[in-house]
């Protein structure tokens, strides 16, 4: 059988703007690979009434209720209270949460008395499954009503997410009268739009397994999900559709299941044993620091250079000012000179380069922005990928430091560098 699922969050300081609600992207993805559809997001002040009718409107259209926050001690804290009312549930007393409760705050606050009203956090809907927080104080909770599944989560993130992962995720597991079982293919180099026209056909079609596109930040991902009888039986079903994809996009195809090009290039360093270094001047430093951001990448990058100034090009990567006077910092030859220069200076295997405009307006040579010029200088020589990028000075940034990844990965892997 198939679920779907609605995302209620509840908290004024959502509707506000004050915090973005990245619970919800985090729960929809994992509620996506466990093959749970999501229709509908819903988010609500800290309002009774409000929320009322958010939920029998949820009733109405899924049998999974998912809400998020108001679990809390505070009198805004109505989630429990609301949820109970529309499903005809008292709430009582439990003992345990309370304990537990209790010992969260002798540890957190050894030397202060817990409040009274921290208690509040305790009363939960009669025979419902209790959800243990070892990550705060607001259990969850989960029960089945009016042929309906209600799960209540904490809303703090770092809380919400643990929570999702250790015990939404087994119990609604448990739901199933299969395993549902996921593969993740992670793609650069390709837009959503030409992906999905090209998979179009085939994913209309499918439907055990079944093939879902995302966009991300300049790159795309393609989720295959099965579900059989075991864990092997759909993980047979996933197979052939994850080797025709291969086979159809290539290169394109830059990991399974991974997290990200860095973390794909950063793997590969290691397991040859090179070094990398970087030289920088649009990125500003963002691809050292999206690659210093990987545990253990000590290991294998030597450092980085920002040479955002052309005369830091010159004077400590070594650029000869014949190129620059001639062809400017923005072009094809600078960035080889620059990639070369930071592979001697920093005395690494590998170094990319990064040289372009990010905007807003064009540079002084009137190049557009968005024009980047990638190197990567090897002991096998030195190659410059340009590129055009487009939607804002972030975005241009981001995706030229992907690019210096994907040479990375593809130089190691043994593809073509185009």
Avoid at 91 to 113: C, K, M, N, Q, W
Avoid at 208 to 233: F, M, Q, S, V, W
Avoid at 400 to 418: I, K, P, Q, T
């Amino acid at each position: 059988m198939s679920h779907t699922a609605e995302l209620i969050a509840v908290g004024t300081e959502l509707l506000l703007g004050n915090i973005a609600n990245t619970d919800a992207q985090m729960l929809s993805q994992g509620l996506s690979a466990l093959g749970i559809n999501v229709y509908y997001h819903t988010v609500v002040g800290d309002n009774p009434e409000r929320l009322r009718t958010a939920v029998e409107t949820a009733k109405g259209r899924a049998d999974i209720i998912l809400t998020t926050g108001g679990l809390g001690p505070t009198c805004d804290d109505l989630t429990k209270n609301v949820l109970a009312e529309c499903f005809g549930k008292k709430l009582v007393f439990h003992e345990p949460s309370a304990r537990r409760i209790e010992g969260y705050f002798r540890t957190l606050h050894p030397d202060r008395p817990m409040t009274e009203n921290n208690y509040q956090q305790a009363m939960l809907p009669e025979g419902c499954t209790v959800l243990d927080n070892d990550w705060g104080t607001a259990p969850g909770v989960a029960f089945e009503a009016d042929g309906v599944r209600v799960i209540m989560l904490p809303g703090p993130p770092r809380e919400c997410k643990a929570m999702f992962t250790h015990r939404v995720i087994p119990y609604l597991k448990d739901l199933s009268d299969g395993v549902i079982a996921s593969r993740t293919l992670k793609l650069f180099g390709i837009g959503e739009s030409a992906m999905e026209a090209q998979l179009r056909e085939k994913m209309n079609a499918m439907t055990n397994p079944t093939l879902a596109p995302y966009a991300k930040e300049g790159e795309c991902e393609l989720r295959i999900t099965a579900k059989a009888d075991t864990e092997e039986a759909a993980r047979a079903l996933i197979a052939p559709v994850e080797a025709d994809l291969k086979a159809h996009f290539g290169p394109l195809v830059y990991g399974v299941d991974v997290p990200s090009l860095e973390a794909v290039a950063f793997a590969l360093l290691k397991e040859r044993g090179l070094t990398l270094g970087t030289a920088e001047s649009c990125t500003g430093g963002l691809a050292a620091k999206r690659f210093t951001d990987l545990p253990g990448t000590s290991a294998v990058f030597r450092g980085g250079v920002v040479s955002y100034a052309t005369e830091v090009k010159h004077t400590v990567l070594g650029v000869p000012q014949d190129l620059l006077d001639k062809h400017g910092a923005v072009s094809e030859p600078v960035a080889r000179a620059m990639a070369e220069g930071a592979r001697k200076v920093l005395g690494c295997d590998l170094a990319l380069s990064f040289t372009g405009v990010a905007g807003p307006d064009p540079d002084e040579r009137n190049n557009p922005v968005g024009l980047v010029f990638i190197g990567l200088a090897t002991p096998e020589g030195t190659w410059v990928r340009q590129v055009h990028l487009t939607r804002g000075r972030e975005r241009i940034r981001h995706i030229a430091a992907s690019h210096g990844f994907d040479l990375v990965r593809r130089y190691l892997s043994g593809l073509e560098l185009n």
